[in-house]
């Protein structure tokens, strides 16, 4: 007989199950830094994946919070409290690297559809 449970029986977390975050994210950096940022941003801000990747970090930011609008589920905005300086530090980057993309996403000049930054 099939049980179903509803809550976790064991821990999800990356350092349940010895990831090195920091090796990961080298290692993302070096195939992709646009993906390398979106997955710092995900562990940071609590961002889906389609959020992260439509983020357009030069109109998101509104100082003390980032507004994500783009890739929300349902096309309901939220506001994500930015309270660290590591937090501070990637909306920064994010914007700089945005800024070289003629839409202001975090993707290179040609890429435009989400099943490619997928």
Partial sequence: RLRRASSATESKAWEAHDIDID???RRMDEECVYA??????M???GLRVEEAVMLRPLTSD?????????G???GRGRDVSVTTHEQ???IEQAKMMAADN?????APNGRRKLVQAK
Avoid: E, I, M, P
Wanted: charged content about 20%; cysteine-free; overall charge positive.
């Fill in 43 to 45: 562990l940071h801000f």
């Fill in 102 to 106: 003629k839409y202001g996403l975090l």
């Fill in 23 to 25: 090796a990961l994210f």
């Fill in 72 to 74: 929300t589920k349902g």
């Fill in 36 to 41: 390398g940022l979106q997955l710092r941003l």
């Fill in 88 to 90: 501070r530090r990637l």
């Fill in 62 to 70: 509104h100082g003390d919070f980032l507004h994500v609008v783009d």
